[in-house]
């Protein structure tokens, strides 16, 4: 079978359309050159491997020969995977966004040969449903309006290019962030917002369909551990949505893990995908949930996190951490491999074991899905408690039946045909999920996780930080496929330093500060804006700025991950208090203060900046555990006290003795004269007053409590 050009691309999303009979491009100087020889419009699609509705339109209209014959006389073809090209997906999402009023994947765009979109949607159906033209009809009518109404294609795109301008660039400057009640009040007010779109009744936030916001739950989780106006609030909407997600269908209750999101508000049906970025955020939110309200389920979800990123989302051999797990096994499903009839799990288990995990699971003859009524997404509607006492069970015997049951459903399930795992590793997704790997294990006590931590970063790090910049890929889900380099964004900066600085934390090893002190430096030199303050998302030196990418970009929204800016300006916070460089300080208040006008009108979406702002306008609250000989008991036991009640502006630093000679500039200063021969010791410092050293529980507890 003849191949198009996606043949010699590294994507695994690109690559599954090779076979297509479209005529695909990747993004690059070739598809454009060719429009503007030409003179035709790009027809540009954006999707990824773990999109359902983008194999459905692959399937029904670029694997049609007579569609295929249309686009290909009237259009250059563009494909880009949204999670190789961010930077690209981000302005042409804006576009159509502006153009439709909404955005997604696929996302479809009609571009000018210079790349400026003119019009755009995101699924279009092969014939008139759904209130949604087909695609056939968009695309004559595109062509034509190219062909005939090219002024007023012109003025279009004009318009959307201002308006990917005017939204990517955003710009609500505030000079009085130096002020701490200022910026407490600005925190206070995100908080507020955040609690004010929370469900009682379900958890999360809003309605149908619901995301998980981790940067917002940490937010709630911080203010929940503070007194202020929205202590009690926070405390029950962190711990009510951190309780309905781990309940429900959200939840993958065999496997593990989360999926991206729930269509319905309740978290029983969702998107079956599974993403790395959600579930390294989840899992240092379920950890910092427990370290506040020290629920024992909290604990159980993050041990399942890891379970399930074990399992199937990571390279045991080599390190780091996949991409993503795809939803379905093909486009005749939707979720099946995930969910369950009746009559399949009466055949799996005993009667004893069916006859409480159907209650518990709530496997009936009516399920959840509407393509197969029958088919039920595991969900847990009741506590096991009650359940046992309605069957006339032990708990002891109610939770070994259980127990059974899932082993023996999870087993029948890993029997059938599997959803494809994307094995890319992307630069700044494994530094996420590092960073949660050495949290969880720090505090659940599993030196398991964070021995795979670190050596999933010094993997990335040897691979993608080279020649002072950091790349966008640290392997690709195919190895025979070509491997073009893809430089890194912003992201992927901030977020590796950030796992460097939280891999120093945890070992005291200072070669890891040192390769965050670097990146950062690199941060500043390549994306900062010198002018006007914040960071851009790509390189300020990137070569020629293709289509909308001409457009400069300061992202300020979570939308999903953290944003760069406000993540950036946490990283530099961290060194700041580290190094007690005001390069760093000054940048990121720079930052904070760049947005600072507009941010609250962001909501829930701005949770990023709102714990950035904690570590900017609170003094900084160290913790540091000074290890003598013999005395590693003794600091794990000062550790685990230390780490309880998540703060922002709270770090903990385990340092053994043969660390002590290669700290830090600032964390140094604050050493001198300490000696522990044995044992171990804490010194907690906040701003610029330390605590008498504390050798016990009891005289850590009470410097905690002064100090925070």
């Known amino acids: 079978m003849p191949h198009n050009a996606l043949a010699s691309a590294a994507s695994s999303y690109l690559r599954s359309a090779m076979h297509q009979p479209i005529h695909w491009h990747q993004w690059g100087e070739e598809a454009f050159t060719k429009a503007q020889e030409q003179d035709k419009p790009i027809l540009l699609d954006i999707g990824a491997v773990w999109c359902h509705w983008c194999h459905v339109m692959d399937r029904e209209s670029y694997e049609d020969p007579a569609l295929a014959e249309l686009i290909n006389r009237e259009y250059i073809t563009i494909k880009v995977d949204r999670d190789e090209r961010p930077d690209v997906d981000t302005r042409y999402q804006a576009a159509v966004q ?100 929370y469900d009682p009744r379900h958890g999360g936030f809003g309605s149908q369909p619901k995301f998980p916001h981790p940067a917002a739950l940490d937010m709630l989780i911080d203010a929940a551990s503070r007194s202020g106006p929205n202590h009690a609030k926070a405390a029950e909407a962190a711990q009510g949505t951190l309780h309905k997600m781990f309940r429900g269908g959200v939840y993958d209750q065999l496997a593990g893990g989360f999926h991206r999101y729930s269509v319905d508000e309740r978290w029983v049906v969702p998107h079956f995908e599974k993403m790395s970025y959600d579930n390294s955020e989840l899992l240092r939110s379920y950890v910092h949930g427990f370290q506040t309200f020290v629920d024992p389920e909290f604990a159980r979800a993050a041990t399942d996190i890891l379970r399930w990123m074990d399992e199937w989302l990571s390279d045991r051999e080599q390190g780091g951490f996949y991409a993503s797990q795809d939803a379905d096994i093909s486009l005749d499903d939707d979720g099946d491999y995930f969910t369950w009839t009746r009559a399949e799990a009466e055949a799996v288990l005993t009667p004893e074991e069916f006859a409480i995990a159907a209650p518990y699971f709530d496997i009936g003859t009516v399920g959840d899905m509407h393509h197969d009524p029958a088919r039920n997404v ?9 359940l046992a006492n309605e069957l006339n069970l032990s708990r002891e015997e109610a939770e070994r039946l259980l127990a059974s049951a899932k082993q023996k459903l ?127 998302d790509t390189d300020i030196a990137g070569g020629t700025a293709l289509g909308a990418l001409s ?20 990283l530099l916070l961290r060194l700041a208090t580290l190094t007690g460089d005001e390069v760093y300080r000054s940048a990121a208040e720079r930052t904070l203060e760049c947005f600072a006008g507009i941010v609250e009108h962001f909501g829930l979406y701005a949770a990023t900046f709102g714990l950035a702002l904690g570590l900017l306008v609170r003094p900084a609250v160290q913790v540091v555990i000074l290890e003598g000989e013999q005395g590693a008991s003794a600091a794990r036991e000062l550790e685990a006290i230390a780490l309880a009640r998540y703060a922002v502006n709270k770090t903990v630093l385990r340092i053994p003795a043969s660390r002590r000679a290669d700290l830090p500039p600032a964390l140094a200063e604050t050493l001198p004269g300490i000696e522990v021969a044995t044992g171990a010791v804490a010194l907690v410092c906040s701003g610029n007053t330390c605590q008498p050293p504390a050798r016990s529980a009891e005289d850590l507890i009470a410097a905690l409590a002064a100090a925070l």
């Not at 030196?447 to 950091?470: D, H, I």
């Not at 457009?551 to 946490?570: C, E």
């Open 98 to 197: 502006a153009i439709s009023g909404q955005g997604g994947w696929p996302l479809t765009a009609f571009l000018t040969p210079q790349g400026h979109p003119f019009f755009g949607g995101t699924y279009f159906p092969p014939t008139e449903r759904m209130g949604r033209p087909s695609f056939r009809r968009v695309l004559e009518t595109m062509a034509d309006a190219f062909r005939h109404k090219r002024e007023d294609v012109n003025d279009s795109a004009g318009s959307v290019m201002q308006a990917i301008e005017y939204n990517e660039a955003f710009a609500g400057g505030a000079t009085d962030l130096q002020n701490s009640s200022a910026g407490i009040a600005l925190i206070d007010k995100l908080v507020a917002s955040a609690l004010q779109s």
């Open 378 to 386: 595991l969900f847990r509607p009741v506590d096991l408690a009650p």
């Open 410 to 536: 999870y087993a029948t399930r890993l029997e059938r045909p599997t959803p494809f795992v994307d094995k890319t590793l992307y630069t700044g997704w494994n530094s996420m999920a590092i960073r949660a790997y050495l949290e969880a294990g720090r505090a659940l006590q599993r030196p398991e996780a964070v021995a795979f931590g670190l050596r999933s970063l010094q993997r990335v790090l040897s691979v993608a930080w080279r020649n002072g910049q950091v790349g966008h890929v640290v392997a690709w889900g195919d190895p025979q496929a070509p491997a073009p380099d893809v430089p890194g964004n912003l992201e992927d900066a901030v977020f590796l330093a950030d796992a460097c600085l939280t891999a120093f934390e945890v070992t005291g090893d200072t070669n890891w500060f040192r390769s965050a002190k670097e990146i950062a430096d690199s941060l500043l030199a390549r994306f900062s804006d010198t002018e006007k303050g914040g960071f851009f």
């Open 551 to 570: 457009a400069r970009r300061k992202p300020l929204q979570d939308a999903p991950t953290p944003a760069g800016n406000p993540a950036a300006a946490a």
